[in-house]
């Protein structure tokens, strides 16, 4: 059984950093792409970054770019999303999610194979 469990969610005040963390199980995923979404209350979810299982490529939205940063360990088959400089806007749930592709900006969510349940990040001004 295939789960992408993250956790590492809170409240942080803006300028702040959270780090969050999906572990992978249930499969081998060095063929997919590792994905990290979120979704604000109203709005539809929306993409945040990505990174190769294998090789580590990353991808970045542009409203992330240089404050976010994913990484992954393979020995603990964990995918990260470092989140530095945090701004209210980014007040969200954050989902991981995995595909079966080599194609880091994988569009829409609904062609993910796999997702998390979700970790609620609340920044506050």
């Known amino acids: 059984q295939v789960q992408l469990v993250e956790s590492g969610g809170g409240l942080v005040q803006a300028g702040g950093s959270l780090r969050l963390s999906c572990a992978a199980s249930?499969?081998?995923?060095?063929?997919?792409?590792m994905a990290w979404f979120r979704q604000a209350p109203g709005k539809e979810r929306d993409f945040v970054a990505a990174?190769?299982?294998?090789?580590?490529?990353?991808y970045y939205a542009d409203s992330v770019k240089g404050r976010f940063t994913t990484s992954k360990d393979n020995a603990k088959n964990t995918v990260y999303l470092q989140m530095n400089s945090l701004k209210p806007e980014d007040t969200a749930v954050y989902y991981c999610?995995?595909?079966?592709?080599?194609?880091?900006?994988?569009?829409?969510?609904?062609?993910?194979?796999?997702w998390g349940q979700g970790t609620q990040v609340t920044v506050s001004s």
């Open positions: 990174i190769k299982w294998s090789g580590g490529s990353t």
């Open positions: 999610a995995a595909v079966n592709s080599g194609i880091l900006l994988y569009w829409p969510p609904r062609k993910y194979d796999y």
């Open positions: 249930g499969r081998t995923f060095r063929s997919y792409t």
